[in-house]
């Protein structure tokens, strides 16, 4: 009882917050020079655990003792537009969540925190033909300040996001510049841009690694005084007319993405959409990446810190489709998609491994008012075995599991009500086990206590996470 009054005290806090900031914005804010939005969400996790399922030794996010979790971010992005060609940007955002421990190739490591005040993204930008007065079918946009620069998912589709291999193939949240040159059709929106971000370091974004496997004993630690280039480049269709519908695509490089020492990755991404007739459309989404190495793709990690393990990947190869059916018509508006992913992992100490994972969810809104929701995300479709390698000593790896369809998915309930168009109150249930972990729709991994699967044992156990959570979602 104690742990959900602080709970509410806290939700309470962050609600009344929010409130006074937008009753201290003045009329002006929301001028064609200074706009303010943002957004508030709370989540609040019931646990579903026996005392059996504790977990000892894992870090934060772990079962010992408090089976209940916790989530709560609140964003306020300010856009400044002097003049026509000149916009800065600032979001603040602060979070509170249980956490994640790391777990390969199941969840990312993030770490417990409490509700604090800090800068997200904070930039500068410039159309620099505009500014010189040029009226040209072309824009170059200079960019440059602390933010993060990523795919635009056009592959993405389905609400579990499965299909998303892409989400390593980004720059590091931190200090970069950009050079963008769009290529425009109709009301300054673009047909075809190229960009190219980079660290303002340049050769010294990143350090390096000693990440040869074999003599080399301080494997996955830096190499004292020796940096390496981080960049990301990419080329972008945006909604070309194809037979009448939409097709967006992409390719992506990354050398050193992610802000490790990640060698050379690379992407491409497609969504074609199909207007079947005037209530229904159909999107198809494809993804392909690969990562050279120092990056557990599945689980979304790439760091040194949790005992060097993600600098035991090498060469994965990752791919997924998408497909979805979009139908509105009347008072109700329905959306069912079907998403699944191949990935091959391969790793210094360990067999090659491949993983096959399939999802589908459905949403139903009445009225744009109350909407209810389901979804299944198998994240081991196949038994998938992953054990050291013959010939590895055993002080350097033990390991041995197979990732079994029964050990590996994850189902979610919800029903909500929209509140107009900036809020909305939510009560679901989830389970989300193995490989499903890090793969939710409206609750979040990272603000969800996780457990031992019931009758697992051994230092490989199976490990799960989910219960009964209510969320409140605010935007304006």
């Not at 170059?140 to 795919?151: I, M, V």
Request: proline share 4%; hydrophobic share 40%.
């Amino acid at each position: 009882m104690l742990r959900i009054n602080g709970m509410i005290k806290k939700i309470g806090a962050a609600g009344i917050a929010g409130a006074l900031v937008l009753m201290a914005l003045p009329a002006w804010a929301q001028s064609q020079t200074f706009s303010v939005s943002g957004d508030l969400t709370t989540i609040y996790t019931l646990g579903n655990a026996e005392t059996a399922q504790e977990i000892s030794g894992k870090g934060d996010g772990a079962y010992e003792r408090e089976k209940n979790g916790h989530y709560i971010s609140g964003n306020v992005i300010i856009s400044y537009n002097p003049v026509s060609f000149l916009e800065g940007y600032f979001k603040i955002t602060a979070t509170g969540r249980s956490g994640s421990f790391y777990e390969p190739l199941q969840l990312e490591a993030l770490g417990k925190s409490e509700f604090g005040v800090s800068f997200d993204s904070v930039y500068g930008k410039v159309n620099v033909f505009d500014a010189l007065s040029l009226e040209l079918p072309v824009q170059a946009l200079l960019k440059a300040g602390k933010y993060k620069t990523e795919s635009s998912y056009f592959g993405r589709i389905s609400k579990y996001e499965t299909e998303s291999v892409l989400y390593m193939l980004k720059t590091a949240n931190t200090y970069n510049y950009e050079l963008e040159l769009q290529y425009l059709q109709g009301q300054n929106k673009p047909l075809i841009s190229g960009a190219f971000t980079s660290n303002f370091k340049f050769d010294e974004a990143v350090p390096r690694l000693y990440d040869v496997d074999g003599s080399v004993s301080p494997h996955g630690e830096p190499v004292l005084g020796k940096y390496a280039p981080a960049l990301l480049a990419s080329l972008k269709l945006h909604n070309l007319s194809l037979a009448g519908n939409p097709l967006s695509a992409e390719g992506l490089y990354a050398m050193n993405g992610a802000g490790i020492y990640s060698g050379n990755s690379a992407g491409f991404a497609a969504c074609y959409t199909v207007n079947a007739a005037p209530s229904i459309s159909i999107p198809l989404g494809f993804s392909i990446g690969w990562f050279e190495k120092n990056i557990d793709v599945l689980s979304g990690v790439a760091d040194t810190a949790q005992t060097r393990a993600t600098t035991n990947f090498r060469n994965t190869l990752a791919a997924g489709f998408g497909a979805g059916v979009r139908f509105a018509t009347g008072d109700i508006d329905v959306s069912a998609n079907l998403a699944g992913a191949y990935y091959g992992v391969q790793h210094i100490y360990r067999d090659p491994l491949s993983i096959i994972s399939l999802s589908l969810d459905a949403q139903c809104v009445y009225r744009n008012r109350f909407l209810l929701g389901a979804g299944f995300v198998a994240g081991a479709l196949t038994d998938a075995l992953w054990q050291t390698s013959p010939g590895v000593p055993s002080d350097r790896d033990n390991y041995s599991n197979t990732f079994t369809f029964a050990e590996n998915y994850g189902f979610e309930v919800y029903a909500g009500i929209k509140f107009m168009n900036n809020g909305r109150f939510i009560i679901g249930f989830n389970t989300n086990k193995g490989l499903a972990m890090n793969t939710t729709l409206e609750s979040r991994a990272d603000g969800q206590i996780k457990y031992k699967q019931l009758d697992a044992s051994g230092p490989n156990a199976p490990l799960e996470t989910g219960g009964l959570f209510f969320k409140v979602v605010m935007t304006f």
